[in-house]
């Protein structure tokens, strides 16, 4: 299945609509968010804070949404999201490979999840994309959807068969990584 990744939305209404234009585009079948879906520090009108207008646009996706929260979820539920929360991490299986989905503030490359628990971490958090190694587990980072840092551009990940694609938000694709086959580490 083909997935984009995001993080770090923070309730910027027009960067969650660009989103989900690239997700219709790109023709994904689930749509993976790292948290800080709603809450900012940003109010400046250009920015487009709108954190109920975030949600009732995502809402009807919901059946195709996986949620983990982030530190600034707090009370993001009471907004009336129509997709569950996975709480703060959560353990999938994709195509073979463990998959650990967390937003970052607890668990990232500089404090992995216990060995063996993942091949795959992907968590956001830093609004910086990144990919490395550590040990065995491959760890990425979408970057963030709408308050970038770092110079990176506004960016979001696209996974499918062993395959990251980092993209902006535009759908340019600035760097990829192609994994191992499953099963080989």
């Known amino acids: 299945m083909k997935r984009l990744i995001a993080s770090d939305l923070h309730g910027s209404l027009p960067y969650c609509r660009q989103l989900l234009d690239l997700y219709r585009q790109e023709g994904a079948g689930q749509l993976v968010l790292l948290g800080d879906l709603a809450y900012s520090g940003s109010y400046d009108p250009r920015y487009g804070y709108d954190p109920l207008g975030v949600v009732r646009l995502l809402n009807p996706l919901a059946g195709e949404i996986l949620w983990v929260e982030g530190n600034c979820d707090y009370g993001v539920r009471d907004l009336g999201t129509a997709f569950p929360s996975a709480g703060g991490y959560t353990i999938q299986d994709w195509e073979g490979r463990r998959v650990f989905l ?8 500089r404090n992995p999840p216990p060995r063996g628990t993942a091949q795959l971490l992907l968590s956001g958090h830093t609004h910086v ?14 970057g963030s959807v709408s308050l970038p840092r770092g110079g990176s551009p506004q960016s979001c990940l696209v996974y ?15 760097h990829w990584e192609a994994l191992p086959p499953a099963g080989n580490g």
């Open 160 to 174: 499918e068969d062993g395959v990251f694609t980092w993209l902006t938000l535009a759908g340019e694709p600035f």
């Open 129 to 142: 994309p990144a990919w490395q190694w550590v040990g065995d587990l491959f760890c990425a980072n979408p």
């Open 102 to 109: 967390t937003h970052g503030h607890r668990y990232s490359p």
